[in-house]
């Protein structure tokens, strides 16, 4: 009954479409042609290198590299030798000038009417390591004066070399020796950084769109089997060896292989303008991905891979240069803080002549030296104050560095590691299993530096550093001298991060280290032994000293 009912609705449908087709052909304008579609083949390592080539994110990676690149390049220049041509030509000047007559000392209004010209040559170097700058130049003068009288006069400094040298100042020079290097190699592993994203995302992109693709192709054959199978089962039917329920399940499963087609469709067509998006390709274009049937065969050593993540990584340099930062507004600090002085001397030859060759005659020597400097007596603290809010960032710095490699562990590191765990222990037996025992190892020393930095961070607390001026306080270099065995050493009171007895490096907390601070050169001191016992140390010298970064904080 349904399958009369099917075909009745069906004839009736055609009937209606051949008595409107006159009408609609006389009121419908001819389509627009469809755009033509082009379609391109590209393997998994084409892909990657359009995507590294023309994507945005690859784009914004080069330029951002460009930049830090030529800033490189401009920090390089500056601790090169510049030459520099400079002058002054046509300046004209005509006017009244107030001056002064030397010998009744009245003040009167001269007429200046001349007009100069001058030209000099200079090459300038500035010197990295004391933070001053050399120069050597030559220069000619020509002044031709109109009033009260014509004439004409030469000034020559055939050759001058004059140095500027700033004493007990900020060493821009050396900071940007130290830190200039350091952002150029974080900006390169960046770079590095950010092709591997581009590199993963256009992965992502090429599989998707091959698995939507590959899907789509099953839904169609799935449609054409059914449909295939649906041709039999009317045969069948009317052989009577099939039911109607049966035939309407293989209708019901063809309509729903048709939804299937179009679902797969429509995904092909997001994941297509993703790719192409992705890769700035036109909407036209259809890319159509070929897969490498070979899988090259890759043998990686996990503890060194590991190794190279952490070392390569843009994580840990960049916490250096924060570091070196904070360091450096300490020293800026320090240096605005106390007196300051430039010295500057001149040595050359030079003359002066009505005529170009007089000026280059008979010349004679010019020396000038003089010594500029600021001492504050009084300024209310406030040097004081800048030396100790930049220590403070310092300490900020230095902490908020531990948190983030805390979080970089626990958060990133530790869930990558967890995971290798795990795959390892699906290869088999744990026992002769190396990359099991690899990641385990490299799992509990990452929890351990976890743990000590979290201790450490938690018993951290600021301390003053500031001692008398003939006493042993800490950074100063005390030498000191064994009562029993008359054997004398020179010891460095330091914080407890940063001890090191192999290198004399005591910590104030020390039994040595508590004895000696506070105490003078030629004091006895005691020094109490956790067990009991207790012996005698003799103070020699104080060598009075500062934080100059130099001793490193231990590592774990």
């Not at 400079?86 to 006017?95: A, C, P, Q």
């Not at 090429?206 to 089997?225: C, G, Q, W």
């Not at 230095?398 to 990558?416: A, F, G, M, S």
Request: with cysteine.
């Amino acid at each position: 009954m349904i399958p009369g009912i099917l075909r009745k609705t069906s004839a009736l449908l055609a009937g209606f479409a051949l008595l409107a087709a006159p009408a609609l052909s006389q009121n419908t304008t001819p389509a627009p042609a469809e755009t033509r579609r082009l379609h391109v083949e590209l393997t998994l390592e084409e892909a990657i290198r359009a995507a590294q080539e023309q994507s945005i994110a690859a784009m914004v990676a080069k330029y951002t590299f460009l930049s830090s690149y030529w800033s490189f390049r401009s920090f390089r220049a500056s601790r090169l030798p510049s030459l520099n041509l400079s002058g002054e030509v046509l300046s004209f000047d005509r006017s009244l000038r107030l001056l002064q007559d030397y010998d009744t000392g009245e003040m009167r209004y001269l007429e200046n009417y001349n007009l100069q010209n001058t030209i000099g040559l200079s090459i300038r170097q500035n010197i990295a390591l004391t933070g001053g700058t050399l120069q050597l130049y030559s220069s000619l003068n020509r002044l031709d004066q109109f009033a009260p009288k014509d004439s004409k006069s030469y000034y020559s400094q055939p050759i001058t070399l004059s140095y500027t040298q700033p004493l007990f100042a900020y060493n821009q020079f050396k900071w940007d020796k130290k830190i200039a290097p350091k952002e150029y190699e974080l900006a390169k592993r960046t770079y590095i950084e950010a092709m591997e994203d581009v590199t993963t995302q256009a992965v992502s992109y090429y599989f998707a769109l091959l698995l939507s693709k590959t899907r789509h192709e099953i839904a169609v054959k799935n449609y054409d089997n059914t449909k295939a199978l649906y041709a039999i089962a009317e045969k069948r039917l009317k052989l009577g060896s099939i039911t109607h329920d049966e035939l309407l399940q293989l209708q019901l499963r063809m309509l729903n292989d048709s939804l299937s087609i179009n679902d797969t469709s429509l995904e092909v067509r997001e994941q297509q303008m993703r790719f192409n998006s992705y890769l700035r390709y036109n909407e036209n274009v259809e890319v159509a991905p070929v897969l490498d049937d070979r899988i090259p065969a890759i043998d990686i050593d996990y503890a060194m891979v590991l190794d190279k993540a952490l070392e390569n990584s843009s994580f840990d340099i960049g916490n250096q240069i924060q570091m070196l930062n904070a360091e450096s507004d300490i020293a800026r600090a320090r240096a605005e803080r106390g007196a300051s002085a430039t010295l500057n001397a001149r040595f050359g030859l030079s003359q002066t002549g009505e005529e170009f060759r007089t000026a280059y005659s008979n010349l004679l020597d010019q020396e000038v030296v003089g010594l500029q400097f600021s001492i504050p007596i009084f300024d209310w603290g406030m040097g004081k104050g800048r030396v100790r809010m930049a220590r403070a960032k310092a300490e900020i710095v230095r902490n908020r560095i531990e948190q983030e490699e805390i979080d970089y562990r626990v958060q990133t590191l530790r869930p990558k590691l967890i995971e290798d765990v795990q795959t390892a222990r699906a290869f088999g037996d744990l026992s002769e299993n190396f990359e099991y025992k690899c990641a385990k190892q490299e799992k509990n020393r990452n929890d351990a530096r976890v743990r000590y930095l979290q201790r450490m961070i938690k018993t951290a607390h600021v301390i003053d550093d500031t001692s008398a001026a003939d006493a042993a306080g800490l950074w100063d270099t005390v030498e000191i001298r064994m009562e029993t065995t008359g054997a004398t050493r020179k010891i460095r009171l330091v914080t407890t991060l940063r001890q090191d007895a192999l290198k004399g490096l005591i910590s104030k907390e020390s039994p040595v280290g508590k004895a000696v601070l506070g105490h003078r050169a030629g004091e006895r001191v005691q020094v109490e032994m956790e067990n009991g016992r207790s012996y005698y140390l003799e103070i020699l010298s104080i060598e009075k000293g500062t934080d100059d970064d130099t001793v490193p904080i231990g590592s774990f």
